[in-house]
Each structure stands twice: as C-alpha cells, then as structure tokens.
C-alpha cells in the first residue's frame, strides 16, 4: 500500500472518530443537561403522567333567616363515575345504565368510549337511584360522595336566596353575592396510578382536607316572608296582574324582613323555569314612581319653606306647563287646596305648582339626596339605579312631570328608602341582608351593624311630612290601609306605564303601588306594594292598600309592637 493511500485511510478514521466522539459528547452533554439542568422539568412531567389530583368539595356554609330557620343548607349525595379502561362491554353497559339514569344511551357511550381514567356519568344521584345501579356490580363503574344544595321552603324567598350549579358555585341572589363566604376551600387528594388508572397501594398519597364554608344569617324572618308571598300572590289572582313585589323593611336600620317577587320558582327545580322568573324586581327593575314621589316632593317643599302645611293654592283642575297640559285623576271644579290636601288626595295639579315653587335644580337635589339616581348599596347582586335627568336636560313640561313621578324611574327599594328617611326623622339608612357570618365552630366572625346616611330632612319637616302622610290613610286616597289600634302614615301611587321605546305611554296599562310605615309615633316597619299592570281596576288605593294592610297588620302583631296613642 502506497503512502498516499495510507494517509488517506488515517484521515478516514481520525474522521469516523472525531463523528463518534462528537456523538458520544452531544450525548453526555444532554445527559446533563436532562439529569442536571433540568432535571427538576422532567421529574415534574413524570410525577404528571403518574400522579392524579382529586379535588375534595367542601361543604357550603348554611343560610339562615334571622330566627335560625334554614333557607339553604347542603345534604350528602352520590356521584356515578366510570373508569373506562376497565369498561369491557362499553355496549351493554351503556344501555344498563341509560335505562336507570334516563340518560341518553348515545351520551353514555360517548364517555365510556373515551381513552381516559375518569368521567363522569351523572352528579348528584338520588340514593335510590344508586342502589340499582350498584346492585349491577359493573366494574369500572364507581361512586363518589358529593353535596346537594337543598332549598327546605322551595319557592321561599327563592329571588333572595338564589341558587348554585351542579358544582356548589352561586348563580343568582346572595348565593351569588355571598359566594366566597359560603364555598368554603376544596381540599385535595394526591394519589399515585398505574398506567391503566388504577392506585398503587405503596405508592405517594398525600390528602390536604377542605376547609367548610361559612354560615351566613340574614336580616329576613321566615313569617314575614311568607306572608307577603301569600298576599302579593292572592292580589295578583285577584286583579289578574302581569307581576308585582313587595318590600318589608326596619326604616331605622335598614333590615330587610322580607322581599316577595311575582312570577315567583322553586329553587329545588329551577332548571325548569324561564330565568326571566329569577329576577328579584323589587331590587333589579325600575318603573315610573307615579304619585308616589309626591310624598317626597312635599317633603322638600316643606323643607325649603316653599310651603307650610295648611298653606293654601287654588287648583284649576288642569294646568298647562309648556306643551303639555296636566290633569287630575278625576274631573273637578277650581279650588282651593291646603298643602296637606294637595298630597292626601294627591292632587297631579297641586303637585306641579309645588314643583314650580321649588325650582328644578332643588328637585334634582333633593331627589338625589333621598337615594334616587344611584344605588342603595344593598348587598345583592344587580342592583338598578333608575333615573332622573340633571336639570340641564329638563324641556320645558319637565318641571310639569316629575312632580307627580313621571319622566324618572326607580326601584321598589329606592322608593322604599325616601319613605323610610321621612319616617327615620329624616335620615337615610343603607338597606342590607347579611346580619351575622358564624364559622364551622359556630363562632360569630363578623356581626352587621345598620348604616346610617346623611341627614336628608331636618326633623321637623320629617315629623311634618309623617303627619301629612297619616291622613292621606286616615281621610285620604290611602284609606284602605287603616289597621285598627295602629297609626299608619303612607301614599298611594298610579302610574302609567311608559311604552319600552320611550316614546309616551301603554294605552290601559298602569303599575299601582302604596309605600307606608307603622306605627307613625315611632316606625319600626316599612312597606312597598307594587303590582305590575292589575286588571279591572288599577288605583293603588284599591289595589295595593289592602295588601300593606293585611301585611303590615300581621307584622306588626308577629312582631309584638304595640300599638301607640291613637
């Protein structure tokens, strides 16, 4: 062999060794850098393959009425899962189960077909129900113990409570609102599975325990509740009505004793109702106040010094404010009107030319200043604000509409504030739900104090405004709600209602209401009735007077409130 061929031959293998030995190092150097570097990185994907976390619920805290009565409360159920890499008929077992579930065959398949360790084939199973199915001994198929939101009253206070989904989280109402408090932490159980799903007995098991959630207590009394749904439900039989609500308040603390909403549901069976249905309209809808608001107009005349009470106008029984003309409810000759008289026959008329009197700007304010045009705070999820327009969007007829509670919307429960700052000498409370948070121990951990808001009135034009509004129920359009024995101040309202577009009034429809308090000399109650478009007749007077009579009749007894000098 020549000398040249050697030399190529050496050149050939130096070559083949420096690719292998440059092979060799690319290897060494991803071995540490996988046994190394990132070593931590792939331990982590590993454990994943063979490491399963399996959340453990935590049992919702209980809601109670202020006498300890339970509205919600959790009970224990079975959840059916099937492990499907140790289903062998997938066929036969899915028309086993369908036939005792009711659920879809097809559905069933479809999830003990799929190439995974755990699904679930239906939550929260009825024990009957799981007694047949586990008397077929399929293996693969398992059991979970879960929780069941359970409602004990049904449709009881069913817009206040609200209700949670299949996995305990709050959808409506203070279930919703109160979600975090009531959840409680889910724990978790760490366990170790083959590659076929199934746990190793000596391998990793870690197990962090849930943490309860926390009771809560509300300001509602169970009684009460149930008789405002029982007269808000026979009045609106009675008139035929679309829908109606009813608001029973503390006008010196702001505690909400019962809200009553129609069309009303059953919180067990929710899921077959129009979630229309689960608005709390007392809280959420807004509508034109009607004469209503006069109560509250007066309320800052009197204030203002543009009138006294027993100061005299003289009434056309129509009135012309820019283009539009203003008329009584009922035909009349011109005459003279107290103040007083103005608001216990609630004069349409008498009302603008108070208005005129006070002036825009200070309606505006003083509508702002009894709550309208934001939000009470209460504790409950979508709250509406309403609305009255700033002065600088007032045309010419404004000052001729809003006085008798037309061209501004609010809710039930703003209405029911302004009338509960007049009867709370004049200071305006905050209205809320929540009284107590208690612990899994049973230990209070927070205790709700009322909140009081500005001084709106000074306490003489409060005191007046309770007299002038104890003879509208004494000798005027509120007669209907006299209670025997009791003092009881309040206004009565009908209103148009305003077509959806805006644009002028519902032909026949009307929404009529009556907001009112007992006992005048001291009010410890506070009532709205609002009933949503009544057939018939459509007066407040007639129509939701009785109703704050028979409630506020029953609460006051329920409540053992005495009652005061006649």
């Known amino acids: 062999m020549s000398a040249k061929s050697r030399e190529r031959g050496n050149a050939r293998f130096f070559f083949i060794i420096g690719i292998f030995f440059l092979g060799f190092l690319a290897i060494a150097i991803r071995l540490v850098n996988v046994q190394a570097v990132e070593r931590e990185k792939y331990e982590n994907l590993a454990k994943n393959q063979r490491l399963k976390s399996i959340e453990i619920p935590a049992k919702r805290g209980d809601i109670v009425d202020r006498n300890g009565n339970l509205l919600a409360t959790s009970m224990d159920a079975i959840t059916i899962y099937a492990n499907p890499y140790f289903i062998k008929d997938p066929e036969n077992v899915a028309s086993q189960l369908s036939s005792i579930l009711g659920i879809n065959k097809k559905t069933i398949l479809e999830k003990i077909d799929k190439d995974s360790g755990f699904v679930y084939i239906a939550r929260k199973v009825d024990q009957s129900v799981v007694k047949r199915v586990k008397a077929l001994k399929i293996e693969g198929i398992g059991f979970l113990n879960e929780s069941k939101r359970c409602y004990p009253y049904n449709e009881l206070a069913s817009h206040v409570v609200g209700f949670v989904g299949i996995d305990n989280d709050g959808l409506v109402g203070l279930e919703m609102f109160y979600d975090d408090v009531l959840r409680g932490l889910p724990g978790h159980l760490l366990v170790e599975k083959d590659p076929i799903g199934r746990s190793i007995s000596t391998g990793i098991f870690e ?13 509602i009394d169970r009684a009460i509740q149930f008789k405002a749904e029982e007269e808000l439900n026979s009045c609106i039989d009675k008139f035929n009505a679309k829908a109606g609500n009813i608001v029973v308040m503390r006008p010196d603390t702001g505690e909400i004793l019962a809200i009553a909403n129609y069309p009303s549901f059953d919180l067990n069976n929710y899921t077959q109702t129009d979630s229309e249905c689960f608005r709390n309209r007392a809280i959420t809808d807004l509508f034109e106040p009607g004469s209503t608001i006069k109560a509250i107009i007066g309320a800052a005349a009197l204030e203002e010094r543009v009138a006294k009470p027993m100061d005299f106008f003289r009434l056309p029984d129509s009135i012309e404010v820019a283009d539009k003309v203003i008329k009584e409810s009922h035909k009349r000759p011109t005459e003279d009107f107290t103040f007083t008289k103005i608001i216990t026959e609630s004069s349409n008329v008498g009302a603008v030319v108070v208005g005129q009197k006070l002036g825009k700007k200070r309606i505006y304010d003083y509508l702002t200043a009894f709550g309208f045009n934001k939000k009470t705070g209460i504790d409950f999820p979508g709250e509406g604000q309403g609305y009255v327009p700033p002065p600088e969007k007032w045309s010419g007829s404004t000052i001729g509409n809003i006085p008798f ?30 009284s107590k948070i208690i612990d899994s121990d049973g230990k209070i951990i927070k205790e709700v104090a009322p909140q009081q808001g500005e001084k709106v009135l000074s306490s003489k034009s409060a005191e007046q405004m309770k007299l002038i509004l104890e003879k509208v129920v004494t000798e005027g359009t509120g007669e209907n709600a006299q209670i025997s ?9 009908t209103a148009q209602k305003a077509k959806e577009n805006g644009n002028g009034y519902e032909a026949g429809k009307y929404v009529s209401s009556f907001i009112g308090f007992a006992p005048v000399e001291e009010p410890r109650l506070a009532i709205i009735v609002v009933i949503d478009e009544p057939k018939t007749t459509f007066y407040g007077a007639t129509v939701a007077a009785p109703v704050f009579k028979n409630l506020a009749e029953f609460s006051l007894r329920y409540l053992k409130i005495p009652p005061g000098e006649e």
């Open 207 to 219: 197990l962090s325990p849930s943490v309860d959630g926390k009771d809560i207590v509300l300001t």
């Open 405 to 434: 509670g037309q061209g501004m919307s609010v809710t039930s429960l703003q209405m029911l504030q302004s009338f509960s700052t007049i009867a709370n000498d004049g200071l305006l409370v905050k209205p809320y739900f929540l």
């Open 485 to 493: 024995g009791y003092r009881v101040a309040g206004k009565t309202g």
